[in-house]
């Protein structure tokens, strides 16, 4: 076989794959379940998603749903590609769990009363933390907190 049909037949092959890649979740926002509790995902400002490394993608109406979900083992710790969170101050908008800055207070009403907030900074953290109270936690602190 020549370069030129390898090239033809390798470029098309990529570029399945790379179309195919799992970017993020995507949260279908009033008709989306929470994969923990059955509610819709209604709030901008509280939902959440794991991806597993299968790609499979499961929504949440918060934080406070996500992690029990995994501790709990209905998908194991290894198998969870990616945590991801909304960004409290830009609703809507999906952080990475692990480097998120987190706020927990009863001033933060999140749907099932995890009260706690996620944000893309900790300067914005700290402002919500000026404005509103509560106890600033790193992704692990979050972890463990929702997890009692």
């Known amino acids: 076989m020549n370069r030129y049909v390898?090239?033809?037949l390798t470029v098309?092959?990529?570029?399945?794959?790379?179309?195919?890649?799992?970017n993020g979740p995507t949260?279908?926002?009033?008709?989306?379940?929470?994969a923990h509790c059955r509610m819709n995902v209604m709030d901008k400002r509280f939902a959440?998603?794991?991806?597993?490394?299968?790609?499979?993608q499961y929504v949440f109406d918060g934080v406070e749903c996500m992690v029990p979900f995994v501790a709990g083992g209905a998908?194991?710790?290894?198998?969870?590609?990616?945590w991801y969170v909304c960004d409290h101050a830009h609703p809507g908008t999906l952080l990475n769990a692990a480097t998120a800055a987190y706020v927990h207070g009863p001033a933060y009403?999140?749907?099932m009363r995890g009260d706690m907030a996620a944000?893309?900074?900790?300067?914005?953290?700290?402002?919500?933390?000026?404005r509103d109270g509560g106890e600033a936690l790193d992704w692990e602190h979050a972890k463990l907190l929702l997890q009692k």
């Open 6 to 8: 390898q090239l033809g």
């Open 12 to 22: 098309p092959l990529l570029m399945t794959l790379v179309a195919c890649a799992q």
């Open 27 to 34: 949260i279908d926002y009033g008709k989306a379940e929470c």
């Open 48 to 56: 959440s998603a794991i991806i597993t490394n299968g790609g499979r």
């Open 75 to 82: 998908v194991a710790n290894v198998e969870v590609a990616g």
């Open 109 to 111: 009403r999140s749907p």
């Open 119 to 130: 944000f893309a900074s900790t300067a914005e953290r700290d402002q919500a933390l000026g």
